[in-house]
């Protein structure tokens, strides 16, 4: 069974940035697409970004457009979100999920989750 784990989150500063990635293993990441889910206390998990299986198409939600980058290495098995100008309502538990359809936005459809990074964005 497809394995995701995530790293990079820590605390930053309003206006900096963070680099998130997603490693799989057990499977090859190449057949999924990948979406960045991220839920803070109290909230819905709220779908952010994601990337067709090639890498060619992505999609975010407007809340982080131009201020995140979603890219894959398939290769290295390794998809990134680079996160700027992050501000303290980007506090949450960052999440990537799997899944070998289209992508979608709702957290119901995907199949493999990882066990998040938790960003904090505070002075």
């Known amino acids: 069974q497809l394995q995701l784990v995530e790293s990079g989150g820590g605390l930053v500063q309003p206006g900096g940035s963070l680099r998130l990635s997603c490693v799989a293993s057990?499977?090859?990441?190449?057949?999924?697409?990948i979406t960045w889910f991220r839920q803070a206390p109290g909230n819905k998990r709220e779908g952010l970004s994601c990337?067709?299986?090639?890498?060619?198409?992505?999609y975010y939600t407007d809340s982080v457009k131009g201020r995140f980058t979603l890219s894959r290495d398939n290769a290295k098995n390794t998809v990134y979100l680079q996160m700027n100008s992050l501000q303290p309502e980007d506090t949450a538990v960052y999440y990537c999920?799997?899944?070998?359809?289209?992508?979608?936005?709702?957290?119901?459809?995907?199949?493999?989750w990882g066990q998040g990074t938790q960003v904090t964005v505070s002075s």
């Open positions: 057990a499977f090859t990441l190449d057949y999924y697409y």
């Open positions: 999920a799997a899944r070998g359809g289209m992508c979608h936005f709702n957290s119901e459809y995907y199949d493999y």
């Open positions: 990337i067709s299986r090639a890498g060619g198409v992505t």
